[in-house]
Structure formats: structure tokens, C-alpha cells
């Protein structure tokens, strides 16, 4: 058993090169997992969730490149692995789900050859033995008649049921690190139900430590231990599922938890951020929320605040998070 | 009663490609005999997963599909009718009643169009006000969707997300229609996006008097915009009622299963999910009797042999099942 943390990324800066610019996608992340632990990843589209999890990969698409960071992975340093070295661990030891199934699997290739495909390239073992494999993984995923399945092709099988056999390809060989790119956005509410009990179960039956990338804050509440709130390239805080849905300690959070419609109550009119997520070629001065930010004081505006670590285990990257007493929008 | 559906039915013709001759091998029953009413100034919210027919209703009230039989009556007249046979000039008087907002702000607005010639091609078509208002016009339908004047001049790409579905907006009002179809309008837009849309179109319906029709997967948002809600599985709908009365006292064993299925973001309340079995079937062969009946937990005899009439159970509140949930029935 691995007792520190089996990941830990610190200063993370990718950038990608474009026409246009340099785009600060993921610009000073940190953040670390424990073994067994599910950790979310919160917040909008172009926050920098997918790239930091394509960082861990090492799968940043060109023209994205790693800047400058650490990314230790059981105590090693991914940055400093040869691709060659990198290939054992992609796939074997960190696993991806992604988030459309329709557009992951390959069309052209049976689910069975795209399951062994993995395991043979890992395990060195022979095509039936695969197979044998490649069909327990579908039972263990709860997809019925696996025999019949493992010969259809990607488009003859439903959304759940495509994201079903993407994890089940995930687990083919045993990770201890799962990520889990936004795996239900693109599945109705009862199928993702499913597959979040699923990815719950797995998870306790292995034992493998779980990133989810998502935007829902329903998601992360029901199925997070921690959470790490990201925001135009940059965490604003990280925290227990607790801590940081009763007691938020970055304006974004608060608003962010403020502007979600309630199941359970009813409101008048919700809360709204103002303004749009910041272009990234050349974010804002200081702290990239400032211009959004209600409680915005002179200081956010000349300098970018640090991501601080304060009582348990809790960082957040905010001036003013000492004076500000933030309320919870969903805290009952 | 401003809008009246009256046993919509919408068939779409499966053919399978022979050699020569295409033969037709069975019907997709998107819509099934579906009845409701939308009163003056209401939102009514229709909620069902993908492939249930929430879209093809919408589309057939507004004949931009004709339905396959059935009609629909706006403020006493036929509508559907007014669309087969009548005049160009009545056809286009009862389109300028109706409006219909899509999904994808990103696929709905022509790229190589300024802002000013989307929203002002209505007038080209209609030519309801006076040419030389029409620029006025244009002006002021930007300011109410929280535009500004410059951005007339703009073209789509140039927009995020939020306010490309502001200029959908501002094209659907500028025939001051009483009547619009939004269909899932915030589903690709983030959450603190959402939320000012949201506000927006309560804004205009308190303004304008607009009666909606608001087509949703999303149960959270529809209970904070709607004031009735019906319930839609497989072409049919099964449950229907007043937002808080629904969502209080849901009956229909979908539709508590649906409301079991959402996460909610409060990490305190684990809830009891009714995790529904299999998939949605299809609807070219729907299941006999009660459509749901094979994935239902509460189904009995009669289920699988008859189908169950919509019928008012409480004050308001329509339901189309024989072994309903207890009222009161709390799955917290």
C-alpha cells in the first residue's frame, strides 16, 4: 500500500502555441490524491480541467506543450520519463476514460480487439487468454451478454453502454490511478446514475484512486471526497466535498454554488457571475477572477495572490479568503 | 387556454434498402396520441430523456415537422391546420404568433450573417413594421436581450456561447411572438451562463406576457422556470402536473426513478437512487401496455397487456400508471 500521495502536481503550467497567442491553459495547478481517494475536478469549460488531466498523461495535444511543473506519480517524476518509459504507464498504471464514448472507440474495430489491444500490449499475454480477460471486464462492468457484445462493432451499442466498455478498458490492467474525463455528460440522467454507481463500486473493489473531471456540482457532491475548483487555467481552492460546499473560502465557489437551480428549493431569481470566462491569451492582472469578483479589492488587481494552505489540508488561492465570510448557497 | 395539443401523434417511416426498391419495415413512434394544454403567461416544462419526443412535439406544434395526425389550437384556432391549407399571408400571421428557440446556439445562427441581418431577416420576411423601423427595432430587441449596439455589426464566431443564445433570443421576439418553444436553451451553456439566460427569459416572460414551452433534460432548471411540468417516456407522456405539486408528490415510478437519478450538490444528503435497469427500448417496436413496464420496479400483471389512460389523480396533477407510488412518497 502506497501511503503518501499517489499523485502530486505542483506548479503545473501548459501552454499551447497558437496563431493567435499563447493560451495559459493551465497555468501554476497543484494538487495531489491519495491512494483510494476520488478527487473532482470543478469548473467551466476552458478552466484547464481536460489539459491538466492530458498533462498527467502526457497526452497534451500539439501545438500544447508542458512549460515548467512536477508531476510525481507514485514518488516518480512523469516529466521526466522517456516516452518509452511513459507508454508503460499510460494505459497500465494510469488509466483514461474520456468523455464522449461515440468518438473514443474506434468504429472500424470490434469491442474485443480493442479491449485485448490494451491488455496484450501490457501483459504480454496471448490472444485468447485476452480475450478470456477482455470478457470477465465486461461482466465486471455489468454489460449483458458479454459473448455477444465483445464481437459487435462501437455503433451497434447505446451511449451507456459504449462508456461502459470505455471503462471497462480502463480497468483491463489493474490501474491505481483512474481518469475520468466528464465520463456522463455526454449520457441521459438514469444511465448516468448507472454509471456513476458503477465507477463507485469499481473504485472500492480495486481500490484505484479516481480524478473526475466534471462541471456538474451534483456529481461531485455525491461522489467526491475532495475537490479542487478550478478556474480560467488556476485552482482557487481545493478541499473535502464538505468543507468546500458548506463553508467555500474563493468568491468563485460561493457564486459558482450560488448560480446552480435547486432540486430542493425554489428561488425567485438566481444569483448570476457576471461577465464571461476570461480570454486566455491575456487573462486579467492579479487574480484572473478579480474582474468577476464581487468582494474585488485594488490588491487583486496588481498582484496574482498564492495558492495558500490553510487549516486541514484546505488551499485556496485568494487575497482576501482571511476576511471574507463566505456563505453556502446548498448548505442545509 | 392559449395552446392546446390534441392527440399529436408523430410517426417517422423506417425503410430498409433493398436492391431496387426501398421497403418500408416499420414506423419510429416518436409521439403517441399526446394531449395537454399550456395556459396564457405559463411555462410549461417537458422533461424525458434523449429519444423520448420532447423535441418532435415542439417541432409539430410549430409545423416544422407536420404531425401525423392530430392538431393543435392557438388561442381557439386550429393551427395545424392554418399551416396544411391555408394562404401564405395567414400561414405567416400564425408564425409570427409562434417562435421556436433551438439548442445549439452554435449551429442555429448563420456565420457569414451580422448580428443585425439575423435579427432583422424576420422583418424581410414578415414585413410586419415599416422598413424605416426596422433599424430602431433591431436596437431595442438587442438592448432587451442585454446586448449593446455595437454588437450589431458583429458576426456569430465572434460570440460566446451565452450570447449567441441572447441573439437567438432576440430573433425569436422580433415578431412579437406570444408563444415560444425553447428547446433545452441552456443545455450547452456552463453553469454561470446558465443561469443568466435563465433570469433572461423569466424577465421577458414577466415583460412580454410570453407563454413557453420549455424542453429540458435537466430537472433542476425546469423546476426553477416552470410552473407546470409534464413528464414524457418513449412518446407519451406519463405524468403531469404543477411544478411544486410534481416535484413534492411525484406518483409515476419514472418519474421519481428520474428525480432519484439527479445529484445533488450537497455533500450531507446521501439519498436512496432508484437505479432504473436497462435502457430506454426502442421506439420502433415500443414495449406493449405501459411503455415503461420493462424497467419499471413497481409493475404488475396488468402492466405488459394494457396501456394506461392519462388520468387526473389529484387536483392538476395527470398520471398514465395503474401501480403508482404513494403520495408523499419520499426517496430522501
Known amino acids: 500500500m502506497y501511503t503518501d500521495p499517489i499523485l502530486r502536481v505542483e506548479g503545473l503550467r501548459t501552454h499551447f502555441y497558437t496563431f493567435a497567442g499563447v493560451v495559459k491553459a493551465v497555468d501554476g495547478v497543484g494538487l495531489y490524491l491519495n491512494s483510494g481517494e476520488t478527487l473532482g475536478l470543478v469548473g467551466e469549460s476552458g478552466s484547464g480541467k481536460t489539459v491538466t488531466a492530458q498533462s498527467i498523461m502526457r497526452i497534451v495535444p500539439t501545438p500544447g506543450k508542458i512549460v515548467e511543473g512536477t508531476i510525481e506519480f507514485k514518488g516518480k517524476d512523469l516529466l521526466g520519463l522517456t516516452e518509452a518509459e511513459m507508454r508503460r504507464i499510460r494505459g497500465k498504471e494510469i488509466a483514461y476514460v474520456p468523455q464522449d464514448p461515440t468518438t473514443t472507440l474506434d468504429p472500424v474495430y470490434t469491442v474485443g480487439d480493442q479491449l485485448t489491444e490494451v491488455i496484450m500490449k501490457h501483459q504480454h499475454v496471448s490472444k485468447r487468454y485476452a480475450l478470456n480477460k477482455a470478457t470477465e471486464l465486461l461482466r465486471s462492468v455489468e454489460i449483458a451478454d458479454p459473448q455477444i457484445r465483445i464481437n459487435q462493432y462501437p455503433h451497434e451499442l447505446s451511449g451507456g453502454t459504449k462508456q461502459r466498455i470505455a471503462i471497462a478498458r480502463a480497468l483491463s490492467c489493474e490501474p491505481s490511478l483512474i481518469l475520468a474525463d466528464e465520463p456522463t455528460t455526454a449520457l441521459d440522467v438514469t444511465i448516468q446514475a448507472q454509471i456513476l454507481d458503477l465507477l463507485k463500486a469499481l473504485k472500492e473493489k480495486f481500490n484505484i484512486a479516481m480524478v473526475l473531471i466534471t462541471h456538474d456540482m451534483g456529481i461531485v457532491a455525491d461522489t467526491c471526497d475532495r475537490v479542487t475548483v478550478f478556474y480560467a487555467g488556476q485552482v482557487c481552492e481545493t478541499g473535502t466535498a464538505e468543507q468546500v460546499f458548506e463553508k467555500p473560502k474563493h468568491p468563485y465557489t460561493e457564486a459558482l454554488l450560488s448560480s446552480v437551480p435547486s432540486l430542493a428549493l425554489r428561488k425567485q431569481k438566481l444569483s448570476v457571475i457576471p461577465g464571461n470566462v476570461p480570454n486566455l491569451i491575456q487573462p486579467p492582472s492579479g487574480c484572473r477572477f478579480h474582474p468577476r469578483c464581487s468582494y474585488a479589492k485594488q490588491v487583486c488587481v496588481d498582484k496574482d495572490p498564492e495558492l495558500e494552505s490553510i487549516e486541514d489540508g484546505r488551499s485556496v488561492h485568494c487575497h482576501r479568503w482571511k476576511e471574507l465570510e463566505l456563505k453556502s448557497a446548498v448548505a442545509s | ?332
Open chain 2, 1 to 332: 387556454m392559449e395552446v392546446e395539443v390534441k392527440e399529436l401523434t408523430k410517426h417517422f417511416p423506417v425503410y430498409e434498402r433493398g436492391v431496387i426498391l426501398r421497403r418500408r419495415i416499420g414506423d419510429v413512434h416518436a409521439v403517441d396520441q399526446v394531449s395537454f394544454q399550456i395556459r396564457r403567461n405559463e411555462t410549461l416544462g417537458l422533461v424525458g430523456e434523449s429519444g423520448s419526443g420532447k423535441t418532435t412535439i415542439a417541432k409539430c406544434m410549430l409545423y416544422l415537422e407536420p404531425p401525423s395526425s392530430g392538431n393543435v389550437f392557438f388561442e381557439g384556432k386550429n393551427i395545424t391546420e392554418i399551416f396544411k391549407k391555408a394562404k401564405r399571408t395567414q400561414v405567416l400571421a400564425a408564425r409570427r404568433q409562434m417562435q421556436y428557440i433551438f439548442q445549439n446556439p452554435y449551429a442555429s445562427l448563420d456565420p457569414r450573417m451580422t448580428v443585425a441581418d439575423i435579427i432583422m431577416e424576420p422583418f424581410e420576411v414578415h414585413h410586419h413594421i415599416p422598413r424605416d423601423q426596422w433599424l430602431n427595432r433591431m436596437y431595442e430587441l438587442l438592448k432587451m436581450v442585454g446586448l449593446e449596439d455595437y454588437h450589431a455589426e458583429r458576426y456569430p464566431h465572434e460570440f460566446s456561447g451565452g450570447q449567441r443564445q441572447r441573439i437567438c433570443i432576440a430573433r425569436a421576439l422580433a415578431v412579437d411572438p406570444k408563444f415560444i418553444a425553447a428547446d433545452e436553451p441552456v443545455a450547452s451553456l456552463d453553469v454561470s451562463v446558465r443561469a443568466q439566460i435563465l433570469n433572461l427569459l423569466q424577465e421577458l416572460q414577466q415583460k412580454l406576457g410570453i407563454t413557453y414551452l420549455y424542453i429540458s433534460h435537466d430537472l433542476s432548471t425546469v423546476r426553477h422556470i416552470c410552473h407546470r411540468v409534464a413528464v414524457m417516456y418513449l412518446g407519451k407522456i406519463v405524468e403531469i402536473a404543477e411544478t411544486d405539486e410534481l416535484f413534492d408528490n411525484p406518483l409515476h415510478p419514472y418519474t421519481v426513478a428520474l428525480m432519484s437519478a439527479i445529484p445533488v450538490p450537497d455533500p450531507k444528503q446521501k439519498r436512496h437512487r432508484i437505479i432504473l435497469p436497462g435502457e430506454v427500448p426502442s421506439p420502433i417496436n415500443p414495449p406493449s401496455g405501459c411503455r415503461f413496464h420493462p424497467r419499471c420496479p413497481r409493475r404488475i400483471d396488468i402492466c405488459s397487456k394494457e396501456e394506461p389512460p392519462l388520468i387526473e389523480v389529484r387536483p392538476g396533477h395527470w398520471l398514465a400508471c395503474y401501480n403508482p407510488w404513494p403520495p408523499k412518497h419520499v426517496f430522501a
